[in-house]
């Protein structure tokens, strides 16, 4: 079976929006390195791709505001402002026409959006409070 990996919910990513995140993966060597993903939807399809553009190689989301169009149709980079489509990733205009960001495989498992079979390091860069952490609370009655 695959090791699933969730990096959020579904009903955090709205139709026509994309967000970005920072994973820690490790390399051939073992070692732990930053690795900046999106995830994009249309309708109710989701979409990974890695973070770098493929003209440079610069992370799409260092330009604020100018990551996403306003109508959600594609997304930009702010460097030198190639434009990819927001579910396949195709580069349709800009310094890199014709390339495509490289697409990261996304599974849906019960309202998660999940990575699979990816070698994550440790620090993930979405370590989330556990719940459980907090103390439990005993009430007494007289
Ligand atoms: S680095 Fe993205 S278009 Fe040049």
Redesign the pocket.
Known sequence: MSDLFAICSTYEIDDGDARGFVLARLDESGASRPWPILVTRRSNAFYGFENA?P????RLDTVPGEFLDEEGNFLS?G????RFDLDTGHCFI???QGQALTPVKLVIDDGDICLVDVNLAEEDGLDIDDPDAFPEVMIISD
């Open positions: 553009c003209h440079k190689g610069v980079c460097v030198h402002h190639a800009g310094p890199c």
